[in-house]
């Protein structure tokens, strides 16, 4: 049985998943290695629960899917400019990797 309190530990449990997902997805690009997409989608999932919970987003979450979300919104002016070049080719991956996932 789960009691009042376990409802934040769990949250705290999904936010640290979710960093550790991003951070992997990071990582995994530095090293020039392809990001499967389901660990993108999971990242997608474990977001959108603490965002529906009204948790923070970890730093590297919200680095990983605000820039992917920018890119897709396809804004007039990207950010990219403004972000090192490490960033911005994470965020020219994930936004391939999600189109690919979308037409599947």
């Given at each position: 049985m789960t009691g009042p309190g376990d409802e934040p530990d769990k949250m705290a449990e999904v936010a640290g998943l979710a960093a550790a997902i991003a951070d992997r997805i990071l990582d995994q690009h530095a090293a020039g290695t392809s990001i499967p997409p389901e660990q993108f989608r999971m990242l997608v999932r474990a977001a959108r629960m603490l965002l529906d919970h009204g948790v923070p987003w970890p730093p590297s979450v919200e680095h990983v899917v605000m820039e992917v979300a920018r890119r897709l919104e396809g804004a007039e002016a990207p950010a990219t400019e403004e972000l090192p070049p490490r960033?911005?080719?994470?965020?020219?991956?994930?936004?391939?990797?999600?189109?690919?996932?979308?037409?599947?």
């Open positions: 960033s911005h080719d994470v965020v020219v991956h994930l936004t391939q990797a999600l189109s690919a996932f979308k037409r599947s």
